[in-house]
């Protein structure tokens, strides 16, 4: 069965440095993709970036980046030059399966809280 | 700019009242999600849809939840009786089941639920 697991509850950082925000997974399908999510105070849930098992290379998007080891099975969440609207819970998630044939399911972990310091 | 709509986006209700929650998922996409926000279970899935079939309710209390989407633009979350331990927050979220590069699903901003 599949599994994600966030093992920081909580985190501080100061403004304009960077934060790796854990995650690893667990899962015996060949194919699957994993998704960060940003869940502010105001409590919706916002797409950040995806890294598909099969892409070559770590995902980008803008200041965010994930680290993608597949052998060790980590998909850490790389924020750089932190920002005060960065403070927000930041959740992990994974969907099992070829895109094609899944029915892109999700399932999250529990979730880091990060906290931006000026 | 499409989103998912979600209604109420409060509610405060007594033991053993209905509740129902509604949702409109954004236009073209084909699967449908009901996920449950707690503090101490986080994000659990309770219901999914593809094409308004149910594929999979199992996170569901089936006693007293049931989950419809009577078309295309409305998917339902309803609970009968509701009990203290259903105070949550609701989101619900859709996407497009093929095709699509990635398969990110997009949340509505969710019911919070509270049951006294």
């Known amino acids: 069965a599949q599994k994600i697991t966030q093992t920081q509850p909580g985190m501080f950082v100061q403004e304009k440095e960077a934060v790796t925000l854990d995650c690893t997974y667990d899962?015996?399908?060949?194919?699957?993709?994993l998704f960060w999510y940003k869940q502010p105070s105001s409590g919706e849930m916002i797409f950040l970036i995806y890294?598909?098992?099969?892409?070559?290379q770590n995902a980008t998007e803008g200041r965010y980046s994930l680290n993608f080891q597949k052998a060790r099975k980590s998909a850490n969440l790389v924020i750089s030059a932190s920002q005060l609207g960065d403070s927000a819970m930041y959740f992990c998630?994974?969907?099992?399966?070829?895109?094609?044939?899944?029915?892109?399911?999700?399932?999250f972990g529990t979730g880091t809280l990060l906290a931006v310091q000026p | 700019d499409a989103r998912v709509t979600q209604t109420p986006r409060h509610k405060v209700t007594e033991m053993g009242q209905e509740v129902t929650m509604r949702c409109q998922p954004i236009l073209g996409h084909n699967t449908v999600f009901w996920y449950r926000q707690t503090m101490m279970q986080g994000l659990e899935l309770l219901a999914y849809?593809?094409?308004?079939?149910?594929?999979?309710d199992s996170g569901m209390p089936k006693d007293r939840f049931s989950a419809e989407m009577p078309d295309a633009t409305l998917a339902t979350l309803k609970i009968q009786p509701s009990e203290p331990r259903d105070s949550a927050v609701y989101f619900c979220?859709?996407?497009?089941?093929?095709?699509?590069?990635?398969?990110?699903?997009?949340f509505g901003e969710g019911s919070r639920l509270t049951v006294l």
């Open positions: 979220a859709s996407g497009l089941g093929r095709g699509a590069n990635t398969g990110e699903l997009f």
């Open positions: 849809f593809r094409n308004r079939a149910p594929l999979d």
């Open positions: 890294q598909g098992s099969y892409d070559q």
């Open positions: 998630a994974m969907r099992e399966g070829n895109y094609g044939g899944a029915t892109n399911k999700l399932i």
């Open positions: 899962t015996s399908d060949p194919s699957y993709g």
